[in-house]
């Protein structure tokens, strides 16, 4: 059996850790510095889902040593957005615990795959590749899955159409330099931008790109988790059981697209090898140039970090 190990225990990890736990493919660690708090919460989900019948093997713990072995591993910890932060409001807050979780993984389990959630992902995915040293195919970050689910949401509800029926593709970063590209948004087939004109297509992509910051606005105390969660297994997913998922994910660009040295949002071929290739899609001038442009802010905030 597979062993995933989940860094952070807050409400990111804790609902990763039941979705992935339903699936029963993986051995779950739990980690999280907090004294008791991974342990509870492994336990809590463990009573629960022994109640639906659902066998899992899930243990919480303070201890990196856990870390031994696993074939997976995904990072939650951090700190969350409040109303008023953007995800780069978090960027020095959470590089410091980033930095330390990715020293630990180097020493206890060199030959994982990571997959980076902690806000602003981008930045946090690029700090932990420099921080292991692994190759940059076992280091990607969650960010496009979640935005493209958001972005089909608010399409269907728009057309009154099943979400099932919606495929969309958002590339750039995790933010306000997300890119939507109307070519590849269709509805059975059908490209998006025949059943919708300019300007809903365009307050779609607003709030898509704004989802996040609604969501905390919202909640006030909180941010998204659900959300973030499902796109995490979903990527968990595609690697445990090989399945080469296409799918938007922050992956390490070479050359791509025009773009080096930097990690971003862009479709990519997800399997038991990790980031197995980097598809380069047809866009339009001007997508092309936002998408570089995406790349430049985060080139400049990769350049804060301490690595």
């Known amino acids: 059996m597979n062993k995933v190990s989940i860094v952070g225990a807050g409400r990111v990890g804790a609902a990763t850790c039941e979705q992935l736990a339903r ?24 009573q629960a889902l022994a109640i639906e019948g659902i066998d ?32 780069e409001d978090l960027l020095h807050r959470n590089s410091e615990i980033v930095a ?13 795959m990571v997959c980076v959630v ?29 935005d493209s689910g958001r972005f089909r949401l608010f399409m269907a509800r728009e057309m009154a159409v099943s979400v099932k029926d919606v495929t969309a593709m958002v590339l750039g970063g995790h933010g306000d330099t997300m890119v939507s590209v109307p070519a590849y948004t269709t509805v059975s087939g059908i490209p998006v931008t025949e059943r919708m004109p300019s300007d809903a297509l365009d307050r779609i992509t607003r709030r898509t790109r704004e ?49 080096h040295d930097v990690y971003l949002g862009v479709p990519a ?7 197995e290739e980097v598809l380069e899609l047809l866009l339009s001038p001007q997508e092309l140039c936002d998408l570089q442009a995406s790349a430049t802010y985060y080139r400049e905030q990769n350049s804060k970090l301490r690595v």
């Open 118 to 146: 902690t806000n602003p992902v981008d930045v946090m995915t690029f700090l932990v590749q420099k921080k292991t040293a692994f190759p940059s195919e076992r280091v990607f970050g969650q960010a496009g899955v979640l």
């Open 269 to 275: 071929r997800l399997g038991a090898g990790g980031v």
């Open 211 to 259: 989802a996040g910051a609604e969501i905390v606005g919202l909640m006030k105390t909180g941010s998204a988790y659900r959300g973030p969660a499902a796109a995490a297994v979903q990527m968990a997913l595609a690697v445990l059981l090989d399945t080469k998922r296409v799918m938007p994910v922050s992956a390490y660009l070479s050359g791509q697209y025009g773009v």
């Open 56 to 87: 899992c093997r899930l243990t919480g713990t303070q201890d990196f040593r856990e870390l031994t072995g696993s074939d997976l591993i995904i990072v939650t910890a951090g700190s969350p957005r409040k109303p008023g932060m953007s995800r």
């Open 23 to 46: 699936t029963g493919l993986a051995e779950i660690v739990l980690i999280d510095v907090a004294e008791g708090l991974a342990e509870g919460e492994a336990l809590d989900q463990a």
């Open 100 to 112: 330390s979780v990715a020293e630990q993984i180097a020493i206890r389990a060199p030959d994982s």
